[in-house]
């Protein structure tokens, strides 16, 4: 087993760990027929988190969460 899956189980067991029971989360896309994690999934996702955290959230983001969520309820 390559030290690669290795840490992907690891973090697939803390991510696991982290959600409640109440929590339902579709992942379907997320996983590979195997059950680890995809790496182009994962590679998209630390990109986007670190984008995220670089930006911050503003008045803006603020501004703009509040609007999409009238959007979708509407």
């Known amino acids: 087993m390559s030290q690669e ?3 992907n189980k690891a973090g697939l067991a ?3 760990s982290m959600l409640s029971s109440q929590t ?3 992942l379907d896309d997320m996983y590979d027929a195997d059950g680890t994690v ?3 999934y ?3 996702a630390r990109i ?3 984008a995220i ?3 911050g959230m503003g008045r803006y983001q603020i501004y703009l969460f509040i ?3 009238f959007g979708w309820f509407a």
Do not use: P, W
Request: with cysteine; charged share 30%.
């Open 5 to 7: 899956n290795v840490d």
């Open 14 to 16: 803390r991510h696991k």
């Open 38 to 40: 995809d790496v182009v």
């Open 48 to 50: 986007l988190n670190d």
């Open 53 to 55: 955290q670089e930006i």
């Open 42 to 44: 994962q590679a998209k």
């Open 24 to 26: 339902v989360v579709a």
């Open 67 to 69: 609007c999409a969520g």
